[in-house]
């Protein structure tokens, strides 16, 4: 049943699925690929944001949505970006960011934000109004205005993250720390300020698609399971810790499940997914972009 | 400059005093509890297994409201069997494991009379085995048609509301006349909606109607638009049933992708319960019809007691509760909680329940109850009840959504729903 508008939905499901899990696996793979530290707790920075957002814009300011979207895009990196820095000077530099200890710890961070957030905001899945609602009609369906104002966003994010780690001293420090954290230092690059900064922008970054999604998907304290598992994936099959790999990845698992889910079946398009990364680890174990790694 | 570890005057070290306030404190915290153990002993101790967290969170809230309210109203009535009641709350976060550990701890740690509560299917389909093996009578204010079909087993009863087969059975007839006769099923993929797709695929079939299409959604899925291209093109109408968290964005996104252009839509009110109708995307519901179990809004059901049940529970006349109106609740589910509750104080006063030795008399007592009359106990209307099957059968609304509201247009009769259940747990030992 491979017809012209399914492919057209298709396409659509897919990039704004691509562009909002580049977003949340970007910020899993910086934490990696300078940190060496598995964040387990990467998926629960998603709902955080998420729950931030319906914070904003549902109790603290309960006047027009797209003004409470708007404080919560500023609002949430930076309420999720001090629990990252406090997780990170409380839990991470303590066990010496060893990375068995660090699957450990970031599981057990995991629990305590979501068990937190089951007892302060509630077990309640909270519907958000979208910021700006209005319906895209297409000669044979109508589609969502409000997920292409998210693509739209998360490829301004995205470009705005690709300048701070291009263009600025920061950035410079991140790809120095990444590339062998011990020369940095002795070049006299603060590695463990940059550790907090890595690890505070990739709980920011995540934190961001939560606010993104959370028109679409309301907020709930269960909702970091799937963009974990999601940039787990895109992450591999990207290759630790190479962002432009989990760029490429994003976009290519994105789009893919998007296109198998509409033409086919969502069930399968995880089936193919998982296949892909089992594929990758015995196949091309450092990633399918290891050939042009940065 | 620090001190350390310096000795008062009296001669206690600091780590002394420390330990004997932590004494004393415990045993302040412990007195409540030490009374509450003292007093139990004349109390009847009922256990609420309710989904108070997981993906039926929205329903284990209003499920522990609902019985909260209507033990209140039991204990000011005199209790059951002139004994006060104590309803014990436990989380089974809508879980099969957690849900089988719950019954364990309260037979063995609260040593309740009675468990009821759960109502997701594959919570339901687990304990009901273990209340079998507990010899524990366990209430499900579920829907699951399992317990007629002879499934489970002495122990378990439904009591507080129909099920599926029953409410399908009832408003097929209805649906195929009015809504379509071509029919695309959009379900949740578990036990729940597979008794949607096999009970209405052969009523709709029996009225002269087809299902088109069958699209089976997991209910833990927070993105739908993906499954919308199934839906075939010369589908008359879609029936939905969509369960779990992401319920309100299930049903905007399939307003995005029809808007007032797609096929007519029936639902069951599952896909909107604790979802406030009037919620911006929604208006493409406008002229559609949904089943509801107990109207939410009181225009649908204008009697006393609907009003009594109302208010000792705290919703409004919209449905919503009473100090936010934009926390709607899950009526069309909870009122089983309150009407089992009651159903539970007839069977032991009728048996004459003094405690755990008496429950074959209960078992039998339930038995041999063949309906409820409406009343404050059973305000949702009269209900039969088939024993030998353990299931309780009434009437259904059928509403259509005008100006944002749920206007109830056709209500069934206890016969429309009624069919032959093939379960005769009386065959069975005790």
Not at chain 2, 51 to 56: F, K, V, Y
Not at chain 2, 109 to 112: A, D, G, L, Q, R
């Given at each position: 049943m491979i017809t012209g508008p399914a492919l057209l939905l298709a396409l659509l499901e897919g990039t704004v699925g691509a562009a909002v899990l580049a977003l949340t696996a970007l910020g899993l793979s910086l934490v990696f690929g300078v940190m060496r530290v598995i964040n387990i707790a990467h998926g629960e920075f998603v709902m955080l944001g998420a729950v931030v957002a319906w914070w904003c814009s549902?109790?603290?300011?309960?006047?027009h949505p797209l003004l409470g979207f708007v404080v919560a895009l500023a609002v949430a990196p930076l309420v999720v970006g001090a629990i990252a820095i406090a997780a990170d000077w409380l839990v991470l530099r303590r066990i010496a960011y060893d990375p068995e200890r660090t699957i450990v710890a970031t599981m057990g961070l995991l629990y305590i934000l979501q068990q937190g957030v089951l007892m302060g905001y509630g077990p309640d899945a909270r519907p958000l109004d979208p910021p700006i609602y209005f319906r895209v009609q297409f000669p044979w369906f109508g589609y969502s205005g409000y997920k292409l104002i998210v693509a739209g966003l998360a490829l301004l994010l995205l470009g705005a993250t690709w300048l701070l780690l291009s263009r600025t001293r920061i950035g410079l420090y991140m790809r120095a720390t990444r590339l062998d954290s011990e020369t940095a230092q002795a070049f006299g690059v603060p590695v463990k300020r940059v550790y907090a900064t890595v690890f505070a922008l990739g709980a920011m970054l995540a934190a961001l698609s939560g606010v993104l999604i959370a028109p679409i998907r309301g907020a709930h304290y269960l909702m970091g399971a799937d963009p974990l598992l999601l940039s787990f994936i895109v992450v591999i099959v990207g290759g630790l810790g190479n962002l432009r790999g989990t760029l490429l990845a994003a976009a290519c698992i994105g789009i893919g499940e998007g296109m198998i889910s509409v033409l086919f079946s969502p069930t399968l398009s995880k089936i193919i997914a998982t296949l892909l990364v089992a594929a990758v680890l015995v196949i091309r174990p450092g990633g399918l972009a290891r050939s042009t790694a940065t | 400059m620090r001190v350390r570890s310096q000795s008062t005057p009296r001669g206690l070290s600091r780590r002394q005093i420390l330990a004997a306030t932590g004494a004393v404190a415990g045993l302040q915290l412990a007195k409540p509890f030490i009374v509450t153990a003292r007093a139990a002993e004349d109390t009847l101790k009922i256990g609420l297994e309710a989904?108070?967290?997981?993906?039926?969170a929205a329903y284990g809230l209003w499920y522990e409201r609902t019985s909260t309210a209507a033990v209140k109203v039991i204990n000011a009535m005199g209790g059951i069997g002139g004994r006060p009641v104590e309803l014990i709350v436990e989380d089974d976060a809508t879980d099969a494991k957690r849900g089988t550990e719950v019954m364990e701890k309260f037979a063995n740690?609260?040593?309740?009379d009675f468990v009821f509560g759960p109502l997701f299917g594959n919570v339901v389909g687990a304990v009901a085995v273990r209340a079998g093996e507990l010899k524990l009578p366990l209430f499900v204010?579920?829907?699951?048609?399992e317990l007629a079909a002879g499934d489970?087993?002495?122990?378990?009863?439904?009591?507080g509301i129909t099920n599926v087969r029953s409410q399908v059975t009832a408003i097929s007839p209805w649906v195929i006349r009015n809504?379509?006769?071509k029919v695309t099923m959009i379900i949740p993929d578990y036990i729940f909606g597979y008794n949607h797709r096999d009970f209405f695929s052969e009523t709709a079939k029996a009225q002269g109607g087809e299902v088109d299409a069958v699209i089976a959604i997991p209910p833990?899925?927070?993105?739908?638009?993906?499954?919308?291209?199934?839906?075939?093109?010369?589908?008359?109408?879609i029936y939905h049933v969509m369960v779990g968290p992401g319920v309100l964005t299930f049903v905007r996104e399939l307003g995005e992708f029809?808007?007032?252009?797609?096929p007519k839509l029936f639902g069951f009110i599952d896909s909107l319960e604790?979802?406030?109708?009037?919620?911006?995307?929604?208006?493409?519901?406008?002229g559609s019809h949904l089943w509801e179990?107990?109207?939410?809004?009181?225009?649908?059901l204008d009697t006393e007691n609907a009003k009594f049940y109302r208010g000792a529970v705290g919703i409004d006349e919209n449905g919503a509760s009473v100090g936010d109106?934009?926390?709607?609740?899950?009526n069309s589910h909870m009122f089983g909680c309150w009407e089992t509750l009651f159903s539970i104080k007839e069977a032991v006063e009728a048996s004459g329940?003094?405690?755990?030795?008496?429950k074959q008399k209960l078992v039998e007592a339930i038995e041999a109850t063949t309906g409820y009359d409406e009343g404050k106990g059973h305000p949702q209307g009269k209900k039969q009840f088939i024993g030998k099957a353990h299931q309780m059968f009434g009437p259904q609304f059928i509403s259509e959504v005008k100006g944002g509201k749920l206007n109830v247009v056709h209500t069934t009769s206890i016969e429309d729903g009624l069919y032959e259940p093939k379960a005769d747990y009386t065959k069975q030992s005790l």
């Open positions: 549902a109790d603290l300011l309960d006047a | 989904h108070r967290t997981g993906i039926g740690e609260h040593k309740v204010v579920s829907e699951g048609s489970f087993n002495r122990y378990v009863f439904q009591t809504v379509g006769k833990t899925e927070t993105s739908f638009t993906k499954y919308f291209s199934q839906i075939p093109a010369g589908t008359d109408a029809f808007g007032d252009k797609g604790a979802v406030d109708i009037g919620a911006p995307g929604l208006e493409f519901l406008e179990a107990f109207p939410r809004y009181l225009s649908g109106p934009k926390e709607v609740s899950t329940y003094k405690g755990p030795a008496d």
